[in-house]
């Protein structure tokens, strides 16, 4: 098929591996895009299933140019080899298995943040899409209507690769590039960065990304490790991630998830550390739960709002400024602080006996 131009707008980068099953529906939602010229830049990871291949043989079928790079498997390098090999001046950052159904997506999204740029020349903008999951399950479910609601909030570790991160050129150059320290967390780094330094803009479309994973692990016991290594990120506590990678199974070869070796290995780590570093990992567990307590308030309003048949992100939330304008002032102190702390010990006993 030829290509409709030379000269794409929008570079749309996606890191792979082995992502072979769901190749051609990504070619297809991208090639559905109206009114956007743009070039798709795969970086794979050390596939093992024929993704590269299949992808070469898919660029026959659509009207946008297409480069395969290969590299090692490690989120932030492919991210950041495939804006450098990327030609558009914009930069969409996608998940493989991420697809938009609305055929002017990317179009309404390059307007929303070219006007907030010309409203606002000096400011450091990016964008985020209002999360979706695409579930084999069609019934409604509280637990994943909270996560995408929680998906529209502004606020710190609220934004991450699922959701798709639109940035210019300039911007990313400003910013990035992507954090390569850690196998995972790239995109929600920057974007809290960008959320720091400028505004990170909800854009005017949905973004469908597949709840595969959640649906094989189990949404429960996949989020309660999310949370353990968002904590241990915050800390930067390396140990535990130089161990993740052996219990942490790639997209490919999920299977339900067993927390309790993951918790028995914590357990054998934090034994290992001097009376002082263990003391200072507390500290730091109980300051990053307290610093997320906001949740409980906002869960309240987001179980209120799901029973009224609110879209995400829509409806009132009074729990959560009821918490922000006063419990959180109540709770941010030691006590509140080693009481969280108590908290999580107990959980992983719990969790390992």
Request: net charge neutral; charged share 25%; proline share 5%.
């Amino acid at each position: 098929m030829p290509h409709s131009s030379c000269h794409p707008e929008l570079a749309v980068i996606v890191p792979a591996r082995n992502e072979a099953a769901g190749l051609a529906d990504l070619f297809r939602s991208l090639a559905d895009q109206r009114e956007v010229e743009l070039e798709l830049v795969l970086c794979d990871g050390d596939s093992v299933d024929g993704t590269p291949e299949l992808a070469r043989r898919l660029t026959a079928t659509v009207p946008f140019p297409v480069t395969i790079v290969e590299t090692e498997s490690a989120r932030g390098l492919q991210l950041n080899v495939g804006a450098a090999a990327a030609a558009a001046p914009c930069f969409l950052f996608l998940h493989a298995d991420s697809h938009f159904s609305d055929p002017f997506a990317l179009r309404r999204s390059l307007l929303h943040l070219a006007t907030a740029r010309s409203a606002d020349p000096g400011a450091l903008l990016a964008g985020r899409f209002a999360l979706r999951f695409r579930r084999t399950e069609t019934a409604p479910s509280l637990p994943y209507y909270y996560y995408e609601c929680k998906a529209c909030l502004d606020r710190p570790e609220c934004s991450h690769g699922d959701q798709g991160l639109l940035v210019g050129r300039e911007t990313f150059a400003d910013v990035g590039p992507f954090d390569e320290t850690l196998s995972m967390l790239a995109e929600t780094r920057f974007a809290d960065t960008v959320r720091r330094r400028g505004r990170l803009l909800l854009l005017p479309a949905e973004i469908g990304t597949s709840a595969r994973r959640f649906e094989t692990e189990g949404l429960a016991a996949r989020q309660a490790l999310n949370a353990i290594i968002m904590n241990f990120a915050n800390q930067g506590w390396e140990p535990f991630f130089r161990d993740l990678p052996r219990l942490y199974r790639h997209q490919d070869r999920t299977e339900r998830l067993q927390l309790r070796p993951i918790l028995e290995r914590l357990g054998e780590l934090i034994c290992s550390l001097t009376p002082q570093e263990r003391r200072a990992l507390w500290q730091g567990t109980g300051r990053y739960i307290r610093d997320n307590a906001w949740q409980l308030a906002f869960a309240l309003d987001v179980r209120r709002n799901f029973h009224c048949n609110l879209a995400p992100g829509t409806g009132t939330t009074t729990c959560l400024d009821i918490y922000d304008r006063h419990l959180d002032r109540i709770t941010d102190n030691a006590a509140g602080r080693w009481l969280a702390a108590l908290l999580a010990r107990m959980w992983l006993w719990w969790g390992i006996h």
